[in-house]
């Protein structure tokens, strides 16, 4: 079954240090790729896409994440978190019936 | 565009009782989502619909959980009786294809 993985429940970093939050998916072919972030009480709000191309894309709020087919990864990056950043961080795949197929999120928190 | 609009914004009701929960897509979409959120279930899709015609309803929990789409500017979610475990925040989200998906900012549902 198609499925979208986020190995990682709860990630704690302190301000100032890098961030990788991990995805992995489950397709038989290469899906559109997205990563979303929500913050608390609110709805998701989209940081990036991947859907061809260049498999290093760089979103909203000085994100980027890799995109690699041989590892069915796409990990979402960066380098300096802030305080801003604490959130849940959700990767999502969209299928060939249109349907977006979301992984379980992944809780940031940051360390002053 | 006002985006995706969603009402109510909070709903406390009792056990037993009918909710009715609704959306207004963004206009010119042709694709409408209903999630529901929880603590300990995550981001879970529940309908969806393309074109006003529902595609895919196998989240949707039981017989009590109906959805509707009389226009494509327009969906409802009903839930009927509610029941305490209905709890929990309701998404609903639009796309225009293959791009990226506008969520609304929620319902949160309490059945008391």
């Known amino acids: 079954a198609q499925s979208v993985t986020q190995p990682d429940i709860h990630i704690t970093v302190s301000e100032g240090a890098s961030l990788e939050l991990r995805c992995n998916y489950s397709y038989g072919a290469t899906p559109y790729l997205f990563w979303y972030v929500q913050s608390p009480g609110q709805g998701l709000q989209l940081l990036l896409k991947?859907?061809?191309?260049?498999?290093l894309v760089q979103g909203i709020k000085g994100f980027e994440a890799e995109f690699k087919r041989s590892q069915s990864s796409f990990n979402l990056r960066k380098p300096s978190v802030h305080w801003s950043d604490a959130a849940e961080y959700f990767c999502a795949a969209l299928d060939y019936g249109q349907n977006f197929v979301f992984g379980p999120g992944t809780r940031l928190s940051v360390l002053p | 565009d006002a985006g995706v609009i969603q009402s109510p914004r909070h709903e406390v009701t009792e056990m037993g009782q009918e909710v009715t929960l609704r959306c207004k897509p963004i206009s010119g979409h042709n694709s409408l989502f209903w999630y529901r959120q929880t603590m300990m279930r995550g981001l879970e899709l529940l309908i969806y619909?393309?074109?006003?015609?529902?595609?895919?309803d196998s989240g949707m929990p039981e017989d009590r959980f109906s959805a509707k789409m009389p226009n494509a500017s327009f969906s409802t979610l009903k839930i009927q009786p509610s029941e305490p475990r209905d709890s929990a925040v309701y998404f609903c989200?639009?796309?225009?294809?293959?791009?990226?998906?506008?969520f609304g900012s929620g319902t949160q549902l309490s059945v008391l």
């Open positions: 991947y859907f061809s191309g260049d498999t």
């Open positions: 989200a639009s796309s225009g294809g293959v791009e990226k998906l506008f």
């Open positions: 619909f393309n074109n006003n015609v529902p595609i895919d």
